[in-house]
């Protein structure tokens, strides 16, 4: 059985306070709970702060291109369906050239789960404004104040029908462990999006901002997660400053089990050579 010191790796290099020490974390604790063994395990990051989590994780990594997380996970996963896949990046990673790929990754739903940590700056390249960053945010790329509306990740999630999606705080490692189980359990894909402050470029949207402001789902007893609609109007009444198990459908089937004849053995343990006159034939294909 794994423990927490089985899936160590080399010593991380955030910053003193960064949230992303408390993704991962709960990344860790949630796989040791889970009963899974670092070998089962594939985290695929980005560029960005957050894209070292594949190096600190301590199962399988994969240090992908920036915004390009989603695509080699999905890539991973259908090769070998077996393994547990979690994809993790940062709000400009994801929601800005990745974006795309998260759309697309929804409307699939492939059995993956994706982590966002969510600081509404850019902060590896030092403090620029970030697609999630407030309306008025001061950086070094808007001096005077973003005009542009930041993206609202819940509720684009949820009106693409994304099959899971949560949104947790790394300051409350305990609910964002229950989250990321949570995710990772769900058939389908899974998307976390983790407030995780910034403690060197962001002194708005820090800890003691959100522990002020959060509104826990959680402990709503009269809040059903299965309700979308309801979901919808939920996040939009708490502006996004809310935490828990916002949506989930769990009678949705996966990609992968609405691919006819996809098969149960992974790609890496199948005979895929191709022979002479096999070749031919492509190629008499395409003539």
């Not at 990321?180 to 003691?208: D, L, M, W």
């Not at 939920?234 to 989930?248: C, D, P, Q, S, T």
């Amino acid at each position: 059985m794994a423990t927490m010191v089985d899936y160590k790796a080399e010593k991380a290099t955030w910053c003193p306070g960064c949230g992303d020490f408390g993704v991962l974390n709960a990344l860790q604790k949630a796989c040791v709970n889970l009963g899974l063994e670092p070998e089962q395990v594939v985290v695929v990051s980005g560029i960005g702060c957050s894209g070292k989590i594949s190096q600190h994780f301590g199962g399988y990594g994969l240090h992908a291109l920036h915004g390009r997380s989603l695509p080699a996970a999905q890539a991973v996963k259908l090769a070998n369906r077996h393994l547990t896949v979690i994809a993790a990046g940062g709000d400009g990673d994801g929601f800005g050239i990745g974006m795309g790929h998260f759309i697309h990754a929804m409307r699939r739903n492939i059995d993956i789960t994706y982590v966002v940590m969510d600081n509404h700056i850019y902060g590896l390249t030092t403090g620029q404004a970030s697609p999630t960053s407030d309306v008025g945010a001061k950086t070094k790329t808007s001096p005077a104040g973003t005009v542009e509306q930041p993206i609202a990740p819940l509720q684009l999630a949820l009106a693409q029908n994304c099959s899971f999606v949560a949104q947790g705080f790394s300051g409350n490692i305990k609910q964002l462990v229950s989250l990321i189980e949570r995710a990772i359990q769900h058939k389908g894909f899974s998307f976390v999006n983790v407030f995780s402050p910034c403690v060197t470029f962001n002194k708005v949207n820090t800890y003691e901002f959100y522990k002020e402001h959060l509104v826990n789902l959680d402990d709503d007893p009269t809040y059903d997660p299965r309700d979308r609609v309801a979901a919808l109007r939920r996040v939009a009444e708490a502006n996004n400053i809310l935490v828990g198990v916002i949506y989930e459908d769990p009678d949705r089937p996966s990609f992968e089990e609405s691919l006819r004849g996809y098969p149960a053995e992974p790609l890496v343990r199948q005979d895929i050579a191709l022979q002479a006159a096999d070749y031919a034939a492509l190629l008499e294909t395409f003539r």
